[in-house]
């Protein structure tokens, strides 16, 4: 019984760590939509990357507010996106490999699906918006260069390790 149950264990474990943690956020104010999805790939527990949306027209959304390969509907229209890349590459030390935010501007069709895409190098990423259904490369960005650092909004907390120090009474 208790094999039965780590096996159980284990299976929810390894579901969770390969599944994306994405979202979809509306911000749309008319029936003319379009979404726009983030790009995610997960190869195994520290190595992923992914394409991730700053801002779309007037909305700011920050770098890293919502979680990796989320999509959002906005209004159709002519719109331009702030896209920037982030991976991990098999380390866990806490540095990241990320670009600046690039942009990218296109005209959405209603009723439309898009996705930023990656072309990514070593040192270099070059962002695509792809028309999900015809695959159309509707904007391209210049190359972006790499840089390595730690997540956006990152906090650093203290690490406090709780020590036991047996204490004798004197005789």
Known sequence: MFLNIMKQFALLVAVLLFTGCASHKNFADTD??????????????????????????????GMGRYEAGSSFTVDAGRKKIKAWSNANRGNAQGLYWQTDPVELEAELKPNATYQVVGIYGETSVRFRLIDSASLEVLAESAE?????????????????IPIFIPVTKSR
Do not use: D, H, Y
Request: proline residues 6%; hydrophobic residues 40%.
């Open 144 to 160: 972006a260069p790499i840089f390595r650092r730690t997540l956006p909004n990152a906090v650093v907390t203290p690490t406090t």
């Open 32 to 61: 003319q939509t379009a979404t726009i999805r983030e790009e995610w790939i997960r190869e195994g527990m520290t190595v992923w990357r992914g394409t991730r949306i700053s801002a779309i027209g007037n909305l700011e959304f």
